[in-house]
């Protein structure tokens, strides 16, 4: 009571925190008549004029205020936009590496401008991460504009660009991207054998567009580089056909897990069934012989009883395809990992692709942690302001609105069933179509769509379906949403990112319709006046309808997300009108809420049709969603407890790596590798303090000759009264000193460096990969230490370091046993780049959000092409017309060059 009184005197700390801020503004205001005065060529002066004073010893904060007077008047100029003052101070809030939470329709692209540009000017180059390639390219070009006019380079990281394209965009003043394409050329430049092969420049500055999806939603799941492994089909088809005799009563399904676990009984019919199929050894499931067979045999469960069609994933063209649970997308070429994705495709009997292994991986968290410092805007991040501040240590400031909302957020309307749900919702859309206001539908699946998409057919409602298909046509769509009687169903926030305009947008308007016309000829002018007269009539007749109507079909589980929902309606004072329909049937109370309460009070107190409206219900509601978003928060703490262990590890592997690219020579690194091995091959085979009678003097031969090389006369030394292990140790470094000296007498010095750098690295990535695979399996069982009262992070990080103690020691070993053994034959080679694949997968759920073209980053195509588009691209000179000359041209997780939209590898390059 007493806070809230002390709120309502003194204002919230976020609001005396933007007070503080509107002194800067002031400055900033103070400028704006001297720097409007300037000429273009003046005003493009300005930025050589900071970088000077920034050279001369000034800070960043000390021409902030010029840097954003000289960002706003280039906008006013180039782009015809001034920013508001609340704009502004979003500027100084992702400048100082805070979150901007700013409602929709508030500006947050122009808003990046002013940091971006500031950060800029000190030539370390700044990243500018969009949740999506449309987005990415689209902001370059757009607001480039701005910065080009100012002198600075713009760079753009899209899928399909080779290396050298990378580099050039990385090298720019700024550079737009998503967050997988900056995660996956970190890791693929941690796999590069030449520091010059490497893309990206070291961290400097970093802004994050809805730092809310990428940070918190797409951070449940680590992104990983990974390749193929062994071929095993019919262990998935056998394992299938004995899982689809599985009865409801050999299991339990944990559907907020989405998991599932035998029961007593139900292990041991498996057990009979998997014995009669020849797929058990010994009778018992859980023998240490049988632990491929109960992985297979969980994955199939999971397939066949948690993971259901046209809901995760779609089947199409004979291929299983996931749906991305935030978006609805269809994630073409994504695959789940840890053998999900294969026994899915046993379950719908379509080609099982072979399992992948893990090359590298990292989480966002830990990457966007390796930014010195890191800013983010979105419209909802408040809710969430705790873990940004726990894990990324970003604080959340909300900024006001440019003009005070008008939008009405009703209450929640509730149904007893499915059905009557969707006839009411119908009915709702039907009658705002009717008075003219257009509506946007949220749904949480591609599967309810389809499903009110029917609703709305049987009714005659004219609608446009959004399952978020492909980011351009999803902006052409929800940016039309606005106008007069339309009907858009959105999968998920669908089209984020594009701004609703009421009464059409002018742009896509002319994009839709006069594609032919070039901007800046009589000709597209005179047809853009024709379209603004239409827009501004149809904007006062939706604005007289009651403003864009945002319907919600269900609760999400996050309230951000319902909130991201409402804030496509009202943006700059219109007005507006957002209401959520639910039912008992929705996954969010079937799952979370509490059950009995709900059927109880909908069961007996409603009859068919009727609806029931109440403030306490929402509360109810909401409490689900709290329960939702601390589970997902746990989830989320967990994947950066276990991969900071690995964090650690990994920045010390690419340090060495790094370290090994950029030396002259790595003798003293070979000569030090070669005497711990020495020194290890004695320790074990000769202990200290012992006597010549003890030692094992065969091992002694046998690692002797298989690491070194060398077959040292141990015999004659034991004649020898003096002898002890130190002698011992002097005269077999001696020995593998001269099988060296002996091995590289016929190659010049730059061989011998070239030689070795080539084999330290290879050894160090087979090792590191080799070590990846070996945790991840740690990890899937170390949750069992529980049961002997252990903490289970805790034992993760001692086996985790004594792993990592081991693949150093078998490194050592490695790299001298290749050198001591290596025959000339010809002039060395680095090897090639794997094949591999990118994935970003939740390790719980196994959903999947990104693309898979980004194999092609080896710079074997070199042009950014969809792939409908392939076949009317003119294909590079080297390649040919001829399918057969592609051979080795084409990375095999490239689109097909002959237009069929397959990958590469799926076409005609298939083995």
């Known amino acids: 009571m007493l806070g809230g009184l002390a709120k309502a005197i003194f204002g919230s700390s976020n609001d005396r925190y933007v007070k503080s801020l509107r002194g800067i503004v002031a400055k900033i205001n103070a400028l704006e008549p001297q720097i409007s005065a300037l000429d273009d060529a003046a005003l493009q002066g300005q930025t050589a004029v900071l970088k000077g004073r920034l050279a001369a010893g000034e800070t960043l904060d000390a021409i902030l205020p010029e840097a954003f007077a000289t960002v706003r008047e280039a906008a006013k100029r180039v782009l015809g936009q001034r920013h508001y003052d609340v704009q502004m101070i979003g500027g100084i809030v992702l400048h100082r590496g805070e979150i901007a939470e700013m409602r929709t329709g508030e500006g947050k692209t122009l808003v990046a401008t002013l940091a971006t540009y500031l950060n800029a000017l000190d030539g370390k180059g700044v990243h500018v991460v969009t949740v999506n390639d449309y987005l990415a390219s689209r902001d370059a070009d757009w607001m480039g504009q701005v910065y080009r006019f100012l002198g600075l380079t713009v760079g753009v990281i899209v899928p399909n660009l080779s290396d050298q394209q990378r580099r050039d965009a990385y090298a720019a003043d700024i550079t737009y991207g998503t967050n997988n394409e900056f995660g996956f050329d970190y890791l693929r430049d941690n796999m590069k054998y030449e520091r010059a092969s490497m893309v990206q420049r070291p961290f400097a500055y970093a802004i994050v567009d809805e730092v809310d999806s990428i940070l918190i939603d797409e951070a449940r799941t680590p992104l990983i580089i990974s390749g193929p492994t062994d071929d095993k089909s019919e262990l998935y088809m056998a394992v299938d056909a004995i899982v689809r005799q599985v009865t409801p009563e050999d299991y339990e399904l944990d559907e907020k897990q989405k998991s599932v676990t035998l029961t007593e009984d139900g292990t041991e019919r498996l057990e009979r069934l998997l014995e009669a199929a020849g797929l058990l050894e010994g009778g018992n499931l859980y023998d240490i012989e049988n632990t491929q067979v109960v992985h297979h045999l969980n994955q199939a469960m999971r397939a066949n009883i948690v993971f259901k069609r046209d809901t995760d994933y779609i089947v199409k063209d004979g291929k299983v395809v996931i749906i991305d649970e935030f978006t609805g997308r269809m994630m073409d070429g994504r695959r789940w990992s840890d053998g999900l994705h294969q026994a899915v495709e046993a379950k719908e009997n379509v080609k099982i692709e072979p399992e992948n292994q893990t090359l590298a991986s990292i989480t966002f968290q830990n990457y966007f942690r390796m930014y010195p410092k890191l800013g983010g805007m979105t419209g909802t991040a408040a809710t969430e302001a705790g873990e940004f501040h726990q894990i990324y240590k970003m604080n959340v400031v909300t900024i006001p609105t440019n003009l005070s909302v008008k939008r009405i957020d009703q209450d929640d309307e509730f149904y007893k ?343 330290l690295l290879q050894s160090l990535d087979h090792h590191w990969k080799e070590h990846l695979a070996t945790l991840d399996a740690l990890r899937a069982v170390i949750h069992l230490r529980a049961y002997a009262q252990k903490t289970p992070i805790n034992e993760y990080k001692q086996e985790a370091f004594a792993l990592f103690e081991r693949m150093l020691v078998a490194i050592r070993e490695d790299v001298t046993r290749m050198l001591s053994n290596i025959q000339f034959g010809g002039a060395p080679e680095l090897p090639p780049m794997p094949d591999f694949m990118t994935t970003h997968i939740d390790p719980l759920t196994g959903e999947d959000d990104t693309y898979d073209f980004d194999a092609n980053a080896l710079g074997l195509v070199t042009t950014r092409i969809a792939p409908a588009q392939f076949a009317a691209a003119a294909l590079p000179d080297s390649m040919g017309d001829d399918p057969a000359e592609w051979e080795g041209k084409v990375s095999r997780n490239s689109p097909c060059p002959c237009g069929s939209g397959e990958k590469y590898k799926h076409c005609h390059g298939a083995l």
């Open 417 to 759: 069933n499915i059905h009557d749900k969707f006839s009411a919702i119908t009915k709702a859309i039907r009658d705002a179509a009717e008075r003219g206001q257009p509506v946007l539908v949220g749904t949480v699946s591609i599967e309810k769509s389809e499903m009110l998409s029917e609703f709305l057919n049987q009714e005659g409602v004219a609608h446009n379906v959004l399952n978020a298909r492909y980011h351009e046509q999803e902006a052409h769509i929800v940016a039309q949403a606005g106008r007069l009687k339309a009907v858009t169903i959105a999968t998920n926030m669908a089209g984020r990112g594009t701004d609703i305009q009421l009464g059409g947008n002018l742009e896509f308007r002319m994009l839709d319709e006069h594609p032919d016309l070039v901007e800046g000829t009589p000709e597209y002018e005179a047809q853009a006046a024709r379209i603004r007269l239409e827009i501004v009539a149809e904007k006062q007749a939706v604005l007289d309808a009651g403003g864009l109507f945002v319907l919600g079909t269900e609760r999400h589980e996050s309230r951000r997300i319902d909130n991201q929902l409402r804030g496509r309606s009202g943006r700059q004072g219109d007005p507006g009108l957002s209401r959520f329909y639910l039912s008992l049937d929705d996954d969010l109370l079937r799952i979370f809420g509490p059950q009995t309460m709900f059927a109880k009070m909908m069961n007996k107190n409603l009859s068919d049709g009727e609806a029931i409206i109440s403030p306490w219900i929402s509360k109810a509601i909401e409490t689900a969603q709290r329960k939702v978003e601390a589970r997902n928060y746990d989830i989320r703490k967990q994947v950066v407890e276990y991969d900071d262990v690995m964090n650690d590890q990994r920045k010390v592997v690419y340090e060495q790596r790094a370290d090994i690219m950029d030396a002259e020579t790595v003798d003293d690194v070979v000569v030090d590798m070669r005497a711990d091995t020495v020194n290890t091959i004695v320790a074990d085979c000769c202990p200290p303090n012992s006597y010549p009678e003890q030692w094992n003097v065969e091992l002694l031969k046998e690692r002797s000759a298989l690491l070194l090389g060398v077959e040292p006369p141990v015999d004659d030394w034991l004649k020898e009264e003096a002898v002890d292990p130190e002698i011992v140790n002097e005269r077999l470094q001696a020995l593998s000193q001269e099988r060296i000296v002996e091995r590289f007498a016929q190659v010049s010095a730059e061989t011998r460096r070239s030689v070795e750098k080539s084999i």
